[in-house]
């Protein structure tokens, strides 16, 4: 099976930065493309970035120019750096990815188990 985990979320001031680590492991082929969402209480989820194995990014309009996705597919992993947090940024991130393994070469969604993201003074 495959595993997402992530890494790296916390308390921050606003103005502040955080980098989140999402690290995909077990039965893999390869990983296509892989993103971020958050879920703020009481909201849906929502996308936040995403990047394709070639790194071609998209952003939600509400974080661009303040986070940067990357990736490094020798090692599995997506990274965010998020910088100039808001308190509006609070939420609990998660990491997803499009993986294929030796026994599903179409592929499918996993996603990790979240780490919360808390912006306040």
């Known amino acids: 099976q495959v595993q997402l985990v992530e890494s790296g979320g916390g308390l921050v001031q606003p103005g502040g930065s955080l980098r989140l680590s999402c690290a995909a492991s077990?039965?893999?082929?390869?990983?296509?493309?892989m993103g971020w969402y958050r879920q703020a209480p009481g909201k849906q989820r929502e996308s936040v970035a995403s990047i394709t194995r070639s790194s071609n990014t998209n952003y939600a309009d509400s974080v661009k120019g303040r986070f940067t996705i990357s990736r490094d597919n020798a090692k599995n992993t997506v990274y965010l750096q998020m910088n100039n947090l808001k308190p509006e940024d609070t939420a609990v991130y998660y990491c997803?990815?499009?993986?294929?393994?030796?026994?599903?070469?179409?592929?499918?969604?996993?996603w990790g188990q979240g780490t919360q993201v808390t912006v306040s003074s």
């Open positions: 997803n990815a499009r993986v294929m393994t030796p026994s599903d070469l179409f592929g499918a969604d996993y």
């Open positions: 077990g039965s893999i082929f390869r990983v296509n493309a």
